[in-house]
Structures are given as structure tokens and as C-alpha cells.
């Protein structure tokens, strides 16, 4: 091995082992590794210049503002509103359509700011029907990362992916080029969490959780980075505005409309949108700085920096050439199993955006050297980099729901360890038909 690969394999060992231990911040531990190789030489100030200036950072930071203004309007209070009187008239059965309907908006915002403002919701919903939150917070985390996994912009992960793909050379995703595999994905789990999460956390429920909602949090508590609490912490409510709800809907529909139709990519008209919504003063800009979060996008360009370590310095290469010598006697189909499992036990442990930088460079590198389409393996790594289901600590969003239900650790593990292997065979099934080798 060269010393720019001793280098790189010494600072990627200290990062992960940094985010499995737990007591640093996550986006400090990514800018720490980055500064590390750019003064150790093995990446120069251009290519961390270009990591923070990549089309993932500049869609996501824009999609965060667009989503921000649909906050500030109060679009979402409302919605959320309609939903509770869904609730009331359906019964239990309305608690599970107002789920899909938040799944469905999942599809296209982030998971985590649709969790905070319906987590409250769906816990007092539960209560007042006489019910558990436990028996509904967990299935709403899930289900926004599943559906999250229906479309490019559904997840930060996908698009993480596509931009590491991006500079190792492959074509780029279209924005519902995955839909085929995250919608069956969604589907299969979705059926599952409805016909048997209750019944598997109820084994878990005590004699009066049915109506009890756990106070023993410490606002100040973190993990991983994320606050940990009740989701009030995050949230407040905001008045109706119905004339910027509007602007900001149809800037929104009309950023991804565009993107869809190839007139231009994502992250250029996702930022389009959100100077627009500044210039129509739907949203300030001291207001759209606030819901930039900027610790996510730190992160994310952190761990960029160290995946173009791994590619500069042949890392990738290497540990690509010993995987495949392993699975020298198998077919591609076979790797790419290998490729999933792997990549899902390593989202169980770090963080979404540190799997999808780590992997994807392996994932193109295999299936150059398989002599194969690469895409498979990257629609695979974008599915496992989100199925963070059988820990509480795997997604953000379980981590705001595991403090604010109570859940035990091993509750993720009896509903999230089976919601693994299905969506597991239901992604690999559905890539083989839809992105062959």
C-alpha cells in the first residue's frame, strides 16, 4: 500500500470508529477527517473546494430552504390538521391513512422535518383514542424512510449516491428513475408494519403503556448529533398564510416538475426555486439560512472529502479488488447481495451519508471489474443505505421517536430486523427486473 492509502485507511478507521463511539458530534468527526488528508497532501484544497460545492450539497441546501418556506406557511400544520380529522372519523384505521399520506409527502421532502411535526400528532391522536404511540411512532419513522427511497430527492442518501457515481464517472439518476424499486420496497413494508407491528410490540407493551407517554427525557441529550426529546423541541406551530403556502407549493411542484422532464438537473432548479421564494419574499433570507441545517450539509461534504480520498488514492481500488477476488467463483447477482447486506449492516452502525460515500466508489468499482452495468449496484446501495430499521440510532428519525415513546432498544430490533429481510428481498428482486446487469 502507498502512504497516501496508509494515510487514508488510518483517518477512514478513526472517523468510523469516531461515529460508533458516539461522544463527538458526527459533522465534527467528518470535518476533522477532511482536514487530516488535506494537510496530510492526500487531497487538495480544489477537490474539498469541490466536495462542498457538489450538486448533492447545493440540491439538498436548496430543497431544505423550499421545505422551510412550506413550514413557515403553516401548509404543513394545516395538512397535518386534516389529517386529525381523518383520524377522528375513521377510528384506527384513520391513524394508518394519515401515516400513508405523510409517507407520501416523504416521498419528496426530508424524512426528518415531517417526523417532527407529525410524531406530535399521531402520539396525541393515539392517546385520545385510547391507544399506544408506541403502536404507531415507530411505524411512522419507517414508513418516511421508505418512502423516502421512491425517488432521487426522497433522501439525502440517494442523492449522495448519485453525486459520488457522478464524479466516478456513470451517467446521473433521473429523479423517479428509482420509483420502481422504492415503490414495492414501500409497499411490501408498508403492508407488513400495518398486518404485524402491532401485534410484535405489544408482546413489549407494560400493563398501562395503552395510554401512558414517557416524560423521562433531557432536552440536552444527543446522539450522534441529533437532539433527543419530545418533537415540540423542534417544532412550533405556525399560523396559516394562505397566498405564500401557495407560492411555495407551486415553486416546489414546479422545481420538480422541471428536474423530471430534463430541462435541468436537480440541484439548479431546486436552487432556482428557493432564490425565488427569497426574491417573492415568501421566506427571508435570514429565515432561509435558518433552515439550511447546516450540519447535515457539513457532514455530507465531509465524508465527500474522504470518499475522493478513497478514490485518489486507490483505496477503493484495493478494497474493491480483494471483494472481488472473494466472490471470484460467483456471479454478479451474488455480488450485489453481498453489496446490499453489507451495506445495510454498515447503515445499522454509522450514518446514512457516511455509508453512501463509503460504498458507492466499491459498488462502481465491482461492477467494472464484473464487467457489468453499474447501476444495479447503485440503486442497491441507495436502498440499503436507508434501511436503518433494526437500531434506533441507524436514522434520525428513530432516534425522535425512541426517546419520545419509550421504546426499548430491542423494540427496533423484533419490528426492524424482519422489516430488513423484507425489503431486502423485495429490492433485490425488483433491481434484477428493472436495472439488469
Not at 418556506?69 to 391513524?95: F, H, N, P, Q, Y
Not at 411505524?139 to 418516511?144: A, G, N
Not at 452495468?373 to 433494526?390: E, Y
Amino acid at each position: 500500500m502507498t502512504i497516501d492509502q496508509i494515510l487514508t485507511l488510518l483517518v477512514l478507521a478513526a472517523v468510523v470508529g469516531a461515529l460508533i463511539w458516539d461522544k463527538v458530534r458526527s459533522d465534527v468527526v467528518a470535518l476533522s477527517g477532511a482536514a487530516v488528508l488535506l494537510m496530510t497532501g492526500v487531497v487538495r484544497p480544489v477537490e474539498v473546494q469541490g466536495a462542498f460545492a457538489s450538486p448533492a450539497i447545493i440540491a439538498l441546501a436548496s430543497l431544505f430552504v423550499i421545505a422551510y418556506a412550506l413550514e413557515l406557511s403553516g401548509l404543513l400544520d394545516r395538512a397535518i390538521a386534516a389529517g386529525v380529522t381523518l383520524c377522528k372519523r375513521a377510528g384506527s384505521a384513520g391513524i394508518w391513512l394519515l401515516l400513508t399520506a405523510i409517507g407520501c409527502v416523504s416521498c419528496f421532502l426530508n424524512s426528518t422535518p415531517i417526523v417532527v411535526l407529525g410524531a406530535p400528532v399521531i402520539r396525541d391522536v393515539a392517546v385520545a383514542m385510547n391507544k399506544s404511540p408506541k403502536l404507531y411512532l415507530m411505524p411512522l419513522s419507517y414508513i418516511t424512510v421508505l418512502t423516502g427511497c421512491c425517488t432521487l430527492i426522497g433522501t439525502s442518501t440517494n442523492l449522495l449516491v448519485d453525486d459520488m457515481a457522478s464524479n466516478a464517472g456513470q451517467p446521473r439518476f433521473g429523479i423517479f428513475e428509482i420509483t420502481p424499486v422504492g415503490v414495492p420496497m414501500a409497499i411490501a413494508g408498508g403492508l407488513y408494519l400495518f398486518l404485524f407491528s402491532g401485534r410484535l410490540m405489544r408482546r413489549s407493551l407494560g400493563p398501562d403503556d395503552e395510554t401512558r407517554v414517557t416524560s423521562d427525557y433531557n432536552p440536552d441529550l444527543t446522539i450522534g448529533g441529533a437532539q433527543v426529546g419530545h418533537a415540540e423541541l423542534f417544532a412550533e406551530p405556525r399560523p396559516f398564510q394562505p397566498a405564500k403556502a401557495a407560492i411555495a407549493g407551486a415553486v416546489f411542484v414546479g422545481a420538480i416538475a422541471i428536474a423530471a422532464l430534463g430541462f435541468a438537473p436537480i440541484a439548479a432548479a431546486a436552487f432556482a426555486g428557493a432564490v425565488l421564494l427569497i426574491l417573492l419574499k415568501v421566506i427571508s433570507a435570514d429565515q432561509a439560512y435558518g433552515g439550511l441545517k447546516p450540519d447535515i450539509l457539513i457532514l455530507i461534504a465531509g465524508m465527500v472529502v474522504i470518499g475522493i480520498a478513497m478514490d485518489e488514492s486507490g483505496l477503493a481500488e484495493v478494497a474493491t479488488r480483494a471483494l472481488v477476488t472473494s466472490l471470484h467463483d460467483f456471479g454478479p447477482l451474488t455480488a450485489l447481495i453481498v453489496l446490499y447486506l453489507a451495506t445495510m449492516v454498515l447503515t445499522e452502525l454509522l450514518s446514512n451519508a457516511t455509508v453512501a460515500v463509503l460504498v458507492t466508489p466499491i459498488a462502481v468499482a465491482l461492477a467494472e471489474s464484473l464487467g457489468v452495468s453499474s447501476r444495479p449496484f447503485l440503486v442497491a446501495v441507495m436502498m440499503a443505505g436507508s434501511a436503518a430499521f433494526a437500531t434506533p440510532f441507524g436514522y434520525q428519525t428513530n432516534v425522535i421517536v425512541y426517546q419520545m415513546a419509550g421504546y426499548r432498544y430491542m423494540d427496533f430490533v423484533r419490528v426492524g430486523l424482519p422489516l430488513n429481510i423484507i425489503t431486502f428481498a423485495v429490492a433485490i428482486a425488483a433491481i434484477t427486473i428493472f436495472f439488469p446487469f
